[in-house]
Nanobody, 124 residues
Framework: VQLQAFGGGLVQAGGSLRLACAASGLTFSTYVFGWFRQAPGEEREFVAAISRSGGGTNYADSVKGRFTISRDAAKNTAYLQMNSLKPEDTSVYYC??????????????????WGQGTLVTVSS
């Protein structure tokens, strides 16, 4: 199983980025996908998650209304559209997948596969 996260970069405050997480080696439709982030010196935090069907989503309060998680079964890819970015969104973003995970649960413990991370830097 492999999760490849990409799409990070440097953007000015107020700008947008779209992260993608390409999954291989798993049955895409049976996994909940989530995005987490970790800034230097800080703990990993939940960002967003999406149900197996894509019909359910969950967001951290800090990104609600600005970020949108989605998934494309035809491409085995999950996305995180990030709008109105703020300097405090600067972090390494990780995608994760778990068959036993609950999209409504912010806990990352049930995600068994993790991508390598992609750096998002938001300048003020």
């Amino acid at each position: 199983v492999q999760l490849q996260a990409f799409g990070g970069g440097l953007v000015q405050a107020g700008g947008s980025l779209r992260l993608a997480c390409a999954a291989s080696g798993l049955t895409f439709s049976t996994y909940v996908f989530g995005w987490f982030r970790q800034a230097p010196g800080e703990e990993r935090e939940f960002v967003a998650a999406i149900s197996r069907s894509g019909g359910g989503t969950n967001y951290a309060d800090s990104v609600k209304g600005r970020f949108t998680i989605s998934r494309d079964a035809a491409k085995n890819t999950a996305y995180l559209q990030m709008n109105s970015l703020k300097p405090e969104d600067t972090s390494v973003y990780y995608c994760a997948a778990g068959r036993s995970a609950f999209y409504s649960d912010n806990n990352g413990a049930l995600y068994v596969y993790w991508g390598q991370g992609t750096l998002v830097t938001v300048s003020s």
